[in-house]
């Protein structure tokens, strides 16, 4: 067999594509959005969470309701008309099973009117684990 490099008297160009390092940048992107995701989407509102020293951190939620300041709902991070908030839940009671756990963020200026009546929505949809959001803060 004849060696064209030999026979042309120069280098052949270089057909091969080498896609090992695409691939790491790829994966490693991948990597880093899967890790970010999750904290994106935990809010479709801008709300400023009241701070508290106590409480435990990190509390897995398989739902996510956000009360922003002038009474707007979001459920995991799609905005929600109020009036549909109660099909809402029940459908997701009934799909997820007894054992749903909410997570009700609230902002701190928002009516305590409002939360009172989000989480009574919530216990007539037949949620049994409701939580509510607070950032850490520490000392007073």
């Not at 030999?6 to 940048?25: C, K, V, Y």
């Not at 002038?70 to 099973?97: H, I, P």
């Amino acid at each position: 067999m004849v060696d064209i490099r030999r026979f042309l008297g120069r280098q052949a160009p270089f057909s091969e594509i080498n896609i090992t390092p695409f691939t790491d940048i790829v994966l490693v992107l991948l990597i880093i959005f899967m890790i970010a995701a999750p904290g994106l989407i935990q809010s479709g509102l801008d709300i400023d969470l009241p701070g508290a020293a106590s409480g435990k951190t990190g509390q897995a939620a398989e739902l996510v309701l956000t009360l922003d300041r002038s009474g707007q709902l979001a459920m995991d991070g799609q905005k929600v008309d109020r009036r549909d908030l109660l099909s809402r839940l029940e459908k997701e009671v009934t799909r997820s099973g007894a054992n749903l756990s909410l997570v009700v963020n609230a902002d701190r200026e928002s009516s305590h009117g409002r939360v009172i009546e989000v989480l009574d929505l919530a216990r007539q949809a037949g949620v049994k684990k409701i939580y509510v959001g607070a950032r850490k803060r520490e000392g007073l």
